[in-house]
């Protein structure tokens, strides 16, 4: 069974935009936020909530999940585009923003993260690989309406 070419990139964040990300597995050094591809039948949102289950055991019903309008479509990476069918190379990723209360404890899935941390945005959007989850936290900070010292306004 093929993924399908359509994912989501959640930004879980405090209110004072601390960032959570998480470490790969397959790829230590490189760090991003909660991502995953959509499932037959299901909506982006429901995408969001069982992805964030799966990757850090938080129920994302509990918190505030914002879809953040932001669609990016890029090229698979070579080595994941066995995980598509063969004249599938493109990818389109939807962001979504997810506030919790403070930074809290997270339980990664072992076979696909190697650790967390939370980090102030402007340290986070620095540490990402990718250049879609980077932006993400850019314009999830702008929205939240951080200063340069990740504070409220």
Same mark, same amino acid.
């Given at each position: 069974? #093929?993924?399908?070419?359509?994912?989501?990139?959640?930004?879980? $964040?405090?209110p004072d935009m601390?960032?959570? !990300? !998480? %470490?790969r597995a397959d790829h230590p050094g490189y760090w991003q936020s909660v991502t995953g591809s959509q499932n037959e039948g299901e909506s982006l =949102? =429901?995408? *969001?909530?069982?992805?964030? *289950? %799966?990757e850090t055991g938080l129920d994302a019903s509990r918190y505030e999940l914002t879809?953040?309008?932001? =669609?990016? %479509? #890029?090229?698979? #990476? %070579?080595? /994941?585009? /066995? +995980?598509? *069918?063969?004249?599938? &190379?493109?990818? &389109?990723? $939807?962001a979504f923003g997810l506030r919790v209360p403070e930074p809290i404890l997270v339980t990664v899935a072992a076979r696909e993260h190697l650790g967390f941390v939370w980090l102030p945005w402007q340290e986070a959007a620095e540490k990402v690989f990718s250049p879609s989850? @980077?932006? @993400?936290? +850019? +314009? !999830? *900070?702008?929205?939240?309406? @951080? &200063?340069?010292?990740a504070e409220k306004h």
């Open positions: 069974m #093929y993924k399908i070419p359509v994912s989501v990139l959640v930004v879980i $964040h405090s601390r960032v959570l !990300l !998480l %470490e =949102q =429901q995408t *969001a909530v069982r992805e964030v *289950a %799966e879809d953040m309008g932001i =669609q990016n %479509e #890029y090229d698979i #990476y %070579e080595e /994941w585009r /066995w +995980r598509y *069918a063969p004249e599938v &190379t493109r990818n &389109t990723e $939807h989850n @980077a932006e @993400a936290i +850019r +314009r !999830l *900070a702008v929205v939240e309406g @951080a &200063t340069g010292h």
